[in-house]
């Protein structure tokens, strides 16, 4: 059964700290994988990796993935109260319709 | 301007009642979702329909049944409801394309709850 993983489920940091968020996945026909953030209402999307060992950014928000090993990390440095949300990560299969959607990372940065 | 709009944004209904989500898309996408998102923040896809084709139906009870007139609207007709379908339900669009272009967008989501 395909699923996606994510750890840790809840974390709980101070301003500046950086974090790494970590999400694992066993999918059939392996499409590309998305992270989005969800604060209080819709889930906004964040970045999609297809490739390898290829960096994105955004600001203070980097993502790669490893498809050998079949994991994808999400860093965040000087993290800011504004960065409080949940992380979801998702993986898309077959012909990109398919979207399967890790139980998200609930992430605390206090003042 | 509104991508992806749902309405209503809350429903409260009794049980047994029957009750329809709206959603619809200005993007052009050719796919759109329906998601529900349990009180543990859990996002279950439940619908996909591509060109007004259903194409992804997952274990989900016959008593919902989604409808898209046009590929720009998937809307959701719940009957007979229960309690445990109170939830948020988002609707999703996507297009998707060579080269690595999956983008999904959520619409605002639906709160139901159902005393």
């Known amino acids: 059964e395909d699923k996606v993983v994510q750890s840790p489920l809840s974390l709980v940091v101070h301003e500046g700290d950086t974090v790494t968020l970590n999400c694992s996945y066993e999918?059939?026909?392996?499409?590309?994988l998305l992270w989005y953030k969800q604060e209080k209402k819709a889930p906004t999307f964040l970045f999609m990796l297809?490739?390898?060992?290829i960096e994105k950014k955004s600001g203070r928000l980097s993502s790669i993935l490893d498809k050998k090993e079949l994991f994808s990390i999400l860093n965040i440095t000087a993290t800011q109260t504004g960065d409080s949300a949940i992380y979801l990560c998702?993986?898309?299969?077959?012909?990109?319709?398919?979207?399967?959607f890790g139980p998200g990372t609930r992430l605390s940065v206090l003042p | 301007d509104t991508a992806v709009s749902q309405t209503p944004k809350y429903l409260v209904t009794q049980m047994g009642n029957d009750k329809s989500i709206k959603c619809e898309q200005n993007?052009?996408?050719?796919?759109m979702y329906w998601y529900k998102q349990d009180s543990k923040k859990f996002l279950k896809i439940m619908f996909s329909?591509?060109?007004?084709?259903l194409i992804i139906n997952e274990t989900v009870p016959n008593r919902f049944s989604p409808k898209s007139p046009d590929k720009a609207h998937l809307n959701l007709h719940i009957n007979s409801l229960e309690l445990g379908d109170s939830a948020v339900y988002f609707c999703?669009?996507?297009?998707w394309g060579g080269g690595g272009t999956d983008t999904q967008y959520f619409g605002p989501g639906t709160r139901l709850t159902v005393l």
């Open positions: 998702a993986v898309v299969r077959d012909y990109g319709q398919n979207f399967v």
């Open positions: 297809t490739s390898s060992g």
């Open positions: 993007l052009g996408h050719d796919t």
């Open positions: 999918v059939t026909n392996f499409r590309s």
């Open positions: 329909y591509n060109n007004k084709e």
């Open positions: 999703a669009s996507s297009s």
